[in-house]
């Protein structure tokens, strides 16, 4: 998918909102654990439910890995149920990869060829030969990690590496990589009074702004200083949207949470 093609979506639904498919067997309604495959039911309904209301779906993959190669089989069920019945939305495989390069190329394939996703999120530890394998791809996303929702983001990222903060490293040097304009970035909701300085190096760049919601971030403060001209944020919500109800309502709950955020964003959008 082009960035332009998301840009219209947005605009056509009112939403810049992303829908974390982060699914913990614990944590759905128990009659669901009677399919064969509760996870990917949990997530068509969740789909089907919210389809209308967000522009992105975000399945961890850590969710999947976890229960072997059933999981596996539930996120390529899933993708290719997204990617089937609603081609539009933009889909993000949060996999958090990076390595040498010809390992890279083989975490590429299997998230942008075999899977079929428009992006995938990566670490840039590893330097610029761990991420342009992934730049290589046309019309997909990679998007890295920046500035992160989590405390451990004060242990390296606001460290200053010849008297600036590496995630502002991060940011500029990445801009000179080869495809970079393919680069999304992910920071985190919890960090919000970063997005003015963030905004100053990647004014136009897309970000990936998980942290709402459980994590206590605020999209108000995000969208003041996040939002660019061409809107230029996907706002992540996994467990206040997905987990709103353990009952058997859990499919209308996660419309009904998705939907207070979408009129929060359309509020936003139209000022
Ligand atoms: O890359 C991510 O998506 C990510 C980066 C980050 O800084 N913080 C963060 O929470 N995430 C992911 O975003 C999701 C947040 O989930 P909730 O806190 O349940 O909304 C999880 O899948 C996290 O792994």
Not at 22 to 44: A, R, T
Not at 155 to 168: C, G, N, P, R
């Amino acid at each position: 998918m082009t960035t332009t093609q998301l840009v219209t979506q947005i605009k056509q639904k009112k939403s810049f909102l992303c829908i974390g498919l982060d699914v913990d067997l614990n944590k759905i309604p128990s009659h669901l654990l009677e399919l064969d495959d509760p996870i990917f039911e949990f997530n068509k309904a969740i789909i089907d439910a919210t389809h209308h209301l967000c522009v992105a779906y975000k399945p961890n993959t850590a969710f999947y890995e976890a229960y072997g190669i059933k999981g596996w089989q539930s996120l390529e069920k899933t993708i290719t149920y997204l990617n089937t019945n609603y081609p539009e939305i933009f889909t993000i495989a949060d996999a958090k990869r990076g390595d040498i390069g010809n390992t890279s190329t083989m975490y590429a394939k299997a998230f942008f060829e075999d899977l079929a996703f428009d992006s995938v999120t990566v670490a840039p530890y590893m330097g610029k030969d761990s991420v342009e394998p992934f730049l290589a791809f046309k019309d997909k996303h990679t998007i890295m990690l920046a500035l992160t929702s989590n405390e451990g983001a004060f242990d390296f990222q606001t460290k200053k590496v010849d008297k600036k903060e590496l995630y502002i490293q991060v940011l500029e040097t990445s801009k000179n990589w080869k495809n970079s304009e393919s680069l999304m970035y992910v920071v985190g909701a919890t960090k919000a009074e970063y997005f003015a300085e963030i905004r100053k190096i990647i004014p136009n760049s897309f970000l990936l702004v998980p942290g709402v919601g459980a994590q206590g971030g605020n999209l108000q403060d995000v969208c003041k200083y996040g939002l660019s001209e061409n809107i230029g944020l996907l706002i992540n919500s996994s467990r206040g949207i997905i987990y709103a109800s353990k009952n058997k309502d859990y499919a209308l709950a996660a419309t009904q949470q998705a939907k207070k955020l979408q009129v929060e964003m359309e509020t936003i959008l139209n000022k």
